[in-house]
C-alpha cells in the first residue's frame, strides 16, 4: 500500500486548507484511514479517522467541529476538509491505514502503512 498526501500550504488564521491522500496498491475497502499530525518537537498526534462503512467519522477533541474527514471510494482518496484554522494547527499532517475497515483506532501503532506528510502552516 502506498499513499499520497498534498494539498499542504501557508494560510492565515481563520483560514481553510483540504489535504488529499492517494491510495495505491491494495484493496481501499478493506482500510480504516486516519489523518495523524506532528508539530515540531512534539509526539505524533491523531486527528481524524473515517470507516469503510458504519459508524460516522471521528475526531480529535482539538478539531472537532472545524475539521471533516471524508472517503471517495471511486477516486480511492481521503480527504481532510480544514476550517477556521489556527497556528496551533500548524505540523506536518499524514495519512494513515489500517488493515481493519469498520475499527476505532486512534493511536499511531494502530495503523499499518503511512503517507510521506505534507506541511500545514498556519500564520497568526
Known amino acids: 500500500v502506498q499513499l499520497q498526501a498534498s494539498g499542504g500550504g501557508l494560510v492565515q488564521a481563520g483560514g481553510s486548507l483540504r489535504l488529499s491522500c492517494a491510495f495505491s496498491?491494495?484493496?481501499?475497502?478493506?482500510?480504516?484511514m486516519g489523518w495523524f499530525r506532528q508539530a515540531p518537537g512534539k509526539e505524533r498526534e491523531f486527528v481524524a479517522a473515517i470507516r469503510w462503512s458504519g459508524g460516522s467519522p471521528y475526531y480529535a477533541d482539538s478539531v472537532k467541529g472545524r475539521f471533516t474527514i471524508s472517503r471517495d471510494n471511486a477516486e480511492i482518496t481521503v480527504y481532510l476538509q480544514m476550517n477556521s484554522l489556527k497556528p496551533e494547527d500548524t505540523a506536518v499532517y499524514l495519512c494513515a491505514a489500517r488493515f481493519a475497515a469498520n475499527s476505532d483506532a486512534r493511536l499511531a501503532h494502530d495503523y499499518d502503512y503511512w503517507g510521506q506528510g505534507t506541511l500545514v502552516t498556519v500564520s497568526s
Open positions: 496498491g491494495g484493496t481501499f475497502s478493506h482500510y480504516l
